[in-house]
């Protein structure tokens, strides 16, 4: 019986080859997309995953409010780990981790930039489950001078030989021993390191003070701990700890900053909530979102769902046809039930032709994935999340819902009607038809909306006015470099006609690890006075190079010494001390000297779109001024203004001067524009992969569209060759077969039109500065419908329309 089926499916597939093509391609191409983001979604669930002891280990979040400014920080003060183990038996241990940007390594060879550096604990491997290859992982970091490397970096610094007891040159001078190999750290993880370095040697982990709050600290509780009951005692703990810290530094209580409107409090985040629920200042890595996976997930079920509509749609448009057989069938004895199994059959074959071909499409499609998604899924994992009974089940359940209402439409002709006439069958009798085309494109117009407004939210970033130029600007790292070669090599620099200006500096706006200050107008340290400020140290030159606008007063100057006691800043720093001629007044930081206001620039974009902007002090280093009695100065990068003439010659001038200047440092370069771009991948990628999802529900619905207008056009032959012969014209009939599935995409555009103006207005709501929600998208989605539409079932209308009227009434 089963052969029988699989048999006269089989022999329906081939004779109607159009169709076949058409349903299955449709239905592989959502079961591809759908795949995909599946894979997506599996491997974000997967972070932290490989920890044996993830379950118990949580992450100390702090909450701060200080200067009118809140604060959600992934960072606790420094002793605040050890403090909790040793008050709290629950707690089982507590490590940290720390980050400090990118270091110089070097080996036999050349020195190399590392970006992946992390400053650890040494109890950090009985929290996490980092294996130790070569070592003793307790002793590992605890020696001076240490530190521990991966698999991967053991190869590439040491070859096959044995990288334990090796060394290592860090930042030019310091020379590190390797005690540990360690195996590389999954890819899931919510921290990446090549190389781990004590934290003890840090400068911040010998100031051990309450109010530094710049490691992130784990706790591992023990078995059975509720973590709620460990929360509960954070109060405890900062009035025992916290207050005398604020009491000792900052000559007032706890009990009195909270009165001042500012709050110190903790809470404890689950090691696996980490990457998808959290989006703190501090976070080792960015993180993704949760809405993310609701999003794929959402998006991975309603393509398949299009699939499957399509499919559900040409099969019941295709019923005409298979009207007569069903009459015949049953009048040669088949029961309904026979013809159900026929018919669901014929769905599970379809479908696992279309399962063969969407696993095609996957390997096809997913190196192209993996770039816009910033993924390293491979074939393997895919056969991984894809276990056989898993994949088994998934076919037959696609094939049944698919096939269910087909089956049972189909089975339910009375043989005395289909085999006396079809009229009964003419199009616009099954509203079920209407509505499945109508939710397609309500969904296609959706994400074409969606798709719109990403992009122009993207232009709007783009284009908008940010306070600084940010184009023709070269930003090169000197980090690792002395005061006197990076000073040394601006002056060589700027001898270059090619060059209009250049800048040395601590901090540029882009993303960079800054802090904040307390920052007070003179004569006080009240508390609700205070102002939560940035620090940047600058050159004379930064403003005009960066071609920041000052509003009020002057830039530095060389000629005054004065000057290195002076501050620019931004409006709203000025704005958030009360001063509206700031010019003139002085300012100070707790326990610091003070700084006069010289002078107020335009504010500036120096984060995400995002956030708002932050107050900014720009001071100078009494080096720039020929001053030699002053603080080492903290530099990062010199930036320089080009003429973008002949740009390639200027960089290879500038990598020969650097070379004679810095022997032995990577000449390391980057564009600003393309920094401040880099803010903006994940909107990129977003925007990238709505188009590409948009792109495929359109081809999905077009392709149920072109079916059943091929079916529409067969079943109203002897309506079109009387029409032709009465004197219709060809565009008359043309648009009298359109018209059918015009309606429901119009109705399609109404119905999405609202939902995403108010799925679209909720993600724009996370930007502090957005692009406003257009009439025109609307209209140009709709546009874009339509016409799509149009194009689809217009070449066969004009293709019935053309057909010879006495052919089409002769074959009736």
Known sequence: MHQKYIKIAYRNLTQSKVYSAITIFGLALGLAVSLLSILYVMDELRYDRFNQKSDRIYRINGDITYSQKEAKVAVAPTPMGQTLKRDFPEIEETTRLGKYGSHLVKGSKSAIREQRVLYADSTVFDVFTLPVIAGNPKKALAEPNSVVITQRMAKKYFGASNALDRTLIFDTDQVRRVTAVIADIPAQSHFQADFLLPLHETAEAKVNKWGNHVFNTYLLLRPGTDPQSVEAKFERVLQTYMDPALRRFFQTSLAETRKAGNNFSYSLMPLLDIHLHSDREGELLPNNSIEYIYLFLGIAFFILLIAVFNFINLSTARSAKRAREVGVRKVMGSTRADLIGQFLAESLLFTALASVVGIGLVYLLLPDFNSLSAKSLSIGQVADTLSIGYFVSGIVLVGVLAGLYPAFLLSSFQPIEVLKSKSWLAPGRYNLRGFLVVFQFSLSVLLIIGTLLIHQQLHYIQTKKIGFTKDQVVVVKTSETTESDILTFKQEVLRNSAVKMGSVSGFLPVASNRWNDMWYPAGTTDQK????????????????????????????????????????????????????????????????EQLTIIGVVQDFHYESLRATIEPVALVINGKMLGSSSVEKMSLEAVSFRLNMADIVSTLQSMETIWKKTAPGRPFEYTFLSDEFDALYRTEQRIGQLFTCFAT???????????????????????????????????????????????????????????????????????????????????????????????ATVGFQSVKAALANPVKSLRNE
């Open 529 to 592: 006075q205070s102002v939560n400020m940035q620090e940047w140290k600058v050159d004379p030159d930064y403003i005009p190079t960066l071609e920041l606008r000052l509003v009020q007063g002057r830039n530095f100057e060389r000629a005054r010494i004065a000057d290195s006691t002076g501050v620019v800043i931004n409006e709203s720093a000025a704005k958030r001390l009360g001063y509206a001629q700031p010019i003139g007044k002085t300012i100070h930081k707790s326990g610091g």
């Open 696 to 790: 495929v529900a359109v081809l999905i619905a077009c392709l149920g569209l072109f079916g059943l207008s091929v079916f529409a056009a067969e079943q109203r032959t002897k309506e079109i060759g009387v029409r032709k012969v009465m004197g219709a014209s060809v565009a008359g009939i043309t648009t009298l077969l359109a018209r059918d599935f015009l309606k429901p995409v119009l109705v399609s555009i109404l119905i999405a039109s609202p939902i995403a103006w108010y799925a679209m207005d909720r993600w724009l709501q996370g930007f502090a500065y957005r692009t406003d929600i257009e009439w025109w998208v609307f209209a140009l989605a709709g546009f874009l419908a339509v016409a799509i539409a149009l």
